[in-house]
């Protein structure tokens, strides 16, 4: 067996016990990217020779008898929209092609300082707007579970170097679904945090009041740990929760008595009847374990798509405005005066989609259309996060399917907008609320894809949420195995 | 025709915290260009804002010294417009939800009082700078003021005339200094306006179309942007013009206004609560606190200084311009040997003069309230002259010894004694034949010249009031 | 609800050029409809939570970041300044 192919908490055990260094597997994790990085292209940045440094260091340390932390030595992938200081990067965007942060992101910095390897940055839809990661300016990730299907996204690089053994574990970021729906394509295990519950400085952002740092893993114990080392009040992020933050565990043995909720919104016309039998065989293992399941409602899911979109793109329309050729990034190269300077860089570092989202949110901001477009969002947020509220009082956790199908073909969605954000119908209600969600493999459809099962639990409820999935895991075969990728 | 002219002030003052709004940049002004900035204030990829505590706690004091009602719950908005000195293309300001609202102040007009309403007063960042030069064919931007604190105090269009405006202008800036929440240099720009002026017929219902000024810096400006402004629309009315509501800019160097857009082309900013920050609570313990450390304020000072000591209402105003003028005054008056009236012309007069010529303040002399009263006091009585006064007051600014002393040391004591003055009179006058003569054909102005004459021969120290009695005896007697 | 895109991009500051406007048209209109779908929610209201409240900063200076680091990004610049095209003071 290959290091590479170990989960991460496996990984961390072998070298808290010098069974292996984190040199050697820092060394398998680069060999795997060479052998298959070619077909999936998950990878926007390698930084091979820094991580091979700071895996000797951290060999160096454990050998000196240091006390490390768990993620000590373990490679780690980073979505390419998380500030690396002196690394680029670029939110797979022309506009950003030559940024390189003076600083870090507040997790950066959690990590750095827990001894984290870092392999390199990874693919992404531009900016995080996008469902299939085909949005990436600079290259089209792969499934690797078909090198013809897309990854999902908009974290599509960091599920599919997961999943294909270029990393251990990697982050991404969850806005309306961007870190479950990937995981649910690639067969992984991702975590959307609480909001609040994980700093977000340094993540350039796209919806500030909706976007999360989240992890993704091959197994549930890797995201409870890589979470672990993330979480926490930032004093830089003024979002950001004071609350208590544990050491997160993967190892529930028992679940009986657990009030699950299957709200009917999530299994209707709209899911793929495959994905809808494999949750649902999923529930029913619960079950028989012990679980309690209840039917529920959340009436206000149909609506929560256009609410999304509202609340996201007026956010994005701000938080992008900043990118005007003035500060950082590309600017055009011909010119004729400041204001056509900025529409043309604007215009040319940007790609369509962006630019799309930046007209919605500018328009649906604009005077004479607040009320109507905005404010109504707000309101139906506020509905959504009270149905869910009230659900919690009857049950513990919500399941649901993590997105409606499974990974479809590249290109397949690329021409309607609105058939591609429907892919996030099951996702975007959890940031809409604020709530923490995880999405765990169950099964695969009649194609051999993945299914995702979405659990959703009340906030600050992560350890509520890795018990029932690594309880489920456990029932099922236990962590994920790397894909096989032809080469 | 005869028109009133309708002014309103948008007055946007820079606090002087110790760091910006959002960062912990240093708070400072000037410096080397852009290098008092950092990722946060110029808004690179993925940075967040914090707010500063003391800007909150600086606003709510404004807010409670104008009388306002203080939102002790509230938010902040993002502002946006693409501009290069606003790196974020967005200012983290205030909209619905000021911190403080609807309040007034009181301010003194020709010696009238007048209410001005204060609509509201927020917090918000201040933008960069954008420099020019003709050697250059861009434009240059530093960012070092980007993120400076800054409270926009909105005034009610209350105001009637220039005088008014620059009276409300006054009072707002030293009841800035007397806070001390901000350092309130003009030439640094810490206190900039936009005004808002209309002009309607006298006696009329509505008032007119109104015409918004940018780029008005000092409050001198300000009157004159005011004058000019009133004048163009009457100007334009008279000849049957119609006013458009736009947005002029003045040039303060031309004195002259240009219009910079119209109403069509008015900005629409795209307000939205920033969703980066959470929502501001100031708790009722603190705002006790806060309103507890308002002082006096200067307008209110100057009323009761007017009402209570009688004191003229410019000198008053003169007075309660500088806190620690003002609170010396009232330690010597709270002594009660001597007038307020004199107390007040001695710390207007020698004392500025003292302090201006050293550019320094009271605190930094030894000259306590009890030494000056007690020097005033013996000139009411006759003891010293105004002149001996003068001398021991420049000693009694550099060191903590009883004006007596001062007096006996250098030998200051007025001589009151008749006889002794008498002889002197005697003198002068025989020296003065002819003088008697044009006095009592009426050219009665000899007499201070006499005086005057008796005072040198007396090396200063004979008693101007005695010395003229007795000349007056002499004269009639003649 | 008819969105005009020239008004829109020239808010945004963005070009979109005559060939693209109806695909852009298309696309944030599809999105406009569905927006439109939702249903009244004119029984709640938005409010501000002081239950909730943010943590201040205290203000206390942090330490500085050299200019060289501040302007390495930019795709201009000159005596220590970013450069944008001459503008004429507002």
Redesign the interface.
């Known amino acids: 067996m290959n290091l590479y192919e170990l989960t991460a908490t496996e990984l961390s055990k072998k070298l808290a016990s010098k069974d292996c260094s984190a040199v050697e597997a820092t060394k398998s994790v680069f060999d795997r990217i060479e052998e298959v990085e070619g077909k999936v292209e998950a990878y926007l940045a390698v930084t091979k020779e820094e991580a091979l440094n700071k895996a000797k260091e951290v060999d160096e340390k454990r050998a000196k008898g240091e006390a490390l932390s768990p993620i000590a030595g373990v490679p780690i992938g980073i979505k390419d929209?998380?500030?690396t200081k002196g690394v680029l990067?670029t939110?797979a965007s022309k506009m950003?092609y030559?940024?390189?942060?003076?600083?870090n992101?507040t997790v950066i910095d959690k990590l750095c300082s827990q001894d984290m390897v870092m392999t390199g940055k990874l693919n992404m839809d531009e900016f995080a707007m996008g469902s299939s990661c085909e949005n990436s300016y600079f290259k089209k990730t792969k499934n690797p579970h078909n090198l013809s299907c897309v990854p999902g996204g908009s974290s599509g690089g960091s599920a599919a170097a997961v999943a294909a053994g270029e990393v251990f574990l990697s982050l991404g970021s969850d806005t309306g679904g961007s870190i479950r729906m990937p995981a649910s394509y690639c067969g992984i295990v991702g975590l959307k945090p609480t909001y609040g519950s994980v700093s977000?400085?340094?993540?350039?952002?796209f919806?500030?009041?909706l976007d999360q740092i989240g992890p993704f893993g091959r197994c549930v114990e890797d995201v409870a740990m890589l979470y672990s080392a993330i979480c926490g009040r930032d004093?830089?992020?003024?979002?950001s929760v004071?609350c208590k933050y544990p050491r997160f565990t993967a190892n529930c043995t028992d679940i009986r008595g657990l009030r699950i909720g299957l709200p009917k919104e999530y299994f209707g016309e709209g899911v793929d009847a495959e994905v809808k039998k494999a949750v649902t065989a999923a529930v029913s293992e619960l079950e028989k374990a012990g679980a309690v399941v209840k039917q529920i409602s959340l009436p206000s899911t149909d609506?929560a798509?256009?609410?999304y979109?509202?609340i996201s793109s007026?956010?994005a329309?701000?938080n992008l405005?900043?990118f005007?050729?003035?500060?950082?990034?590309?600017?055009t190269e011909s010119?004729d005066?400041?204001?056509?300077?900025?529409?043309?860089t604007?215009?040319e570092g940007?790609g369509d989609e962006v630019?799309?989202r930046?007209?919605?949110g500018?328009?649906?901001?604009?005077?004479g259309?607040?009320d109507?477009?905005?404010?109504?969002?707000?309101?139906?947020q506020?509905?959504i996060s009270l149905e869910f509220e009230e659900a919690f009082k009857g049950c513990d956790i919500i399941i649901t399917p993590t997105a409606p199908d499974t990974a479809f073909k590249l290109g397949e969605k690329v021409s309607d907008?609105?058939k591609m954000?429907a892919s996030d119908i099951c996702t975007v209600t959890v940031n809409i609320a604020g709530l923490p969600a995880i999405s765990v493999p169950c099964g695969k459809d009649s194609k051999g894809l993945p299914v995702g099962m979405q659990i959703i639990g009340a906030k600050f409820t992560e350890q509520k949420l890795f018990d029932v999935a690594s309880f489920y895991e456990a029932l099922t075969g236990g962590p994920q195995k790397v894909v096989h990728v032809p080469v | 025709m005869e028109y009133e002219v309708v002014v309103g002030l948008e007055v946007h003052a820079e606090l002087n915290t110790k760091t910006k709004i959002y960062c912990s940049c240093k708070n400072a002004f000037g410096g080397e260009v852009n290098t008092n900035i950092c990722p946060k204030c110029t808004g690179m990829p993925g940075t967040l804002p914090t707010l500063n505590k003391q800007v909150v706690k600086s606003a709510v004091k404004m807010g409670y010294a104008l009388n306002c009602t203080i939102n002790n719950v509230c938010k902040q908005d993002r502002k946006s417009y693409f501009y290069p000195d606003l790196p974020k293309a967005y200012q983290i300001s205030q909209y619905d939800i000021p911190l403080c609202e609807h309040g007034y102040v009181d301010v003194l007009v020709n010696g009238a009082q007048k209410r001005i309403g204060v609509t509201r007063i927020h917090i918000e960042e201040d933008a960069g700078k954008l420099l020019h030069d003709d050697s250059f064919s861009g434009s240059l931007v530093d960012f070092n003021r980007c993120g400076v604190p800054l409270i926009e105090i909105v005034s009610e269009p209350d105001m009637r005339s220039s005088a008014e405006a620059k009276a409300y202008l006054d009072t707002i800036r030293s009841i800035l200094q007397y806070l001390d929440i901000s350092d309130c240099k003009m030439q640094e720009g810490s206190i900039r306006c936009d005004v808002n002026v209309s002009v309607m017929k006298k006696g009329a219902e509505h008032f007119g179309t109104r015409v918004e000024m940018k780029n008005v810096n000092g409050f001198s400006g300000t009157v004159r942007a005011i004058e000019y402004e009133a004048q163009r629309q009457i100007e334009a009315l008279e000849k049957g013009e119609e006013i458009f509501q736009e947005t002029r800019r003045w040039d303060d160097v031309k004195g002259k206004n240009f219009i910079l857009r119209s109403k069509e082309d008015a900005m629409d900013y795209r307000y939205f609560p920033e969703p980066d920050l959470g929502t501001i609570v100031v708790d009722e313990k603190e705002l006790k606190r806060l309103k507890d450390s308002i002082p006096e304020l200067p307008n209110k000072k100057q009323m009761r200084y007017i009402s209570e000591y009688g004191l003229p209402e410019f000198e008053a105003g003169l007075l309660v311009e500088n806190i620690e003028k003002a609170h010396f005054f009232e330690d010597c008056v709270a002594l009660n040997i001597c007038e307020p009236k004199n107390i007040l012309n001695w710390l207007l007069g020698d004392v500025t003069r003292i302090l201006n010529e050293r550019n320094c303040e009271i605190s930094a002399t030894r000259l306590t309230s009890k030494n000056l009263t007690h020097m005033i006091a013996l000139i009411d009585k006759g003891i010293i002259s105004n002149t001996a006064g003068k001398t021991v007051l420049e000693v009694i600014v550099d060191a903590d010894v009883s004006p007596e002393k001062v007096i006996e040391e250098k030998g200051l004591a007025q001589i009151s004694d008749t006889s002794a003055l008498e002889a002197i009179a005697q003198e002068i006058i025989a020296a003065n034949q002819k003088s008697i003569e044009d006095y009592k054909k009426g050219k009665t102005n000899v007499l201070g010249f006499l005086v005057g004459q008796c005072m040198r021969a007396s090396k200063g120290q004979g008693n101007p009031t005695v010395l003229r009695e007795i000349l007056l005896s002499i004269i009639e007697k003649n | 609800m008819n969105i005009d895109i020239k008004k829109v991009a020239k808010l945004s500051r963005l070009k979109i050029s005559e060939q693209d406007i109806p695909k852009f048209e298309r696309d944030m209109q599809s999105i406009v409809d569905m927006v439109d779908k939702l249903p009244d929610v004119s029984d709640l209201t938005l409010s501000l939570d002081r239950n909730d409240p943010m943590v201040l900063r205290e203000d206390v200076i942090g330490a500085s970041v050299k200019r060289t680091d501040m302007l390495k990004n930019a795709p201009q610049v000159e005596a220590g300044c970013f450069v944008v095209p001459k503008v004429v003071e507002e």
Do not use: H, Q, W
């Open positions: 929209n998380i500030c990067t939110c950003l030559s940024f390189v942060p003076p600083y992101a977000r400085y340094g993540l350039v952002a919806a500030s009041s004093e830089n992020d003024a979002t004071i609506n798509l256009s609410a979109y509202i007026a956010e329309s701000s405005a900043r005007d050729g003035v500060k950082y990034g590309y600017r010119f005066g400041l204001i056509d300077m900025y529409e043309k604007r215009s940007f630019k799309r930046i007209m919605l500018t328009f649906v901001l604009s005077s259309y607040y109507a477009y905005y404010k109504k969002a707000k309101l139906f506020k509905r907008p609105v954000y």
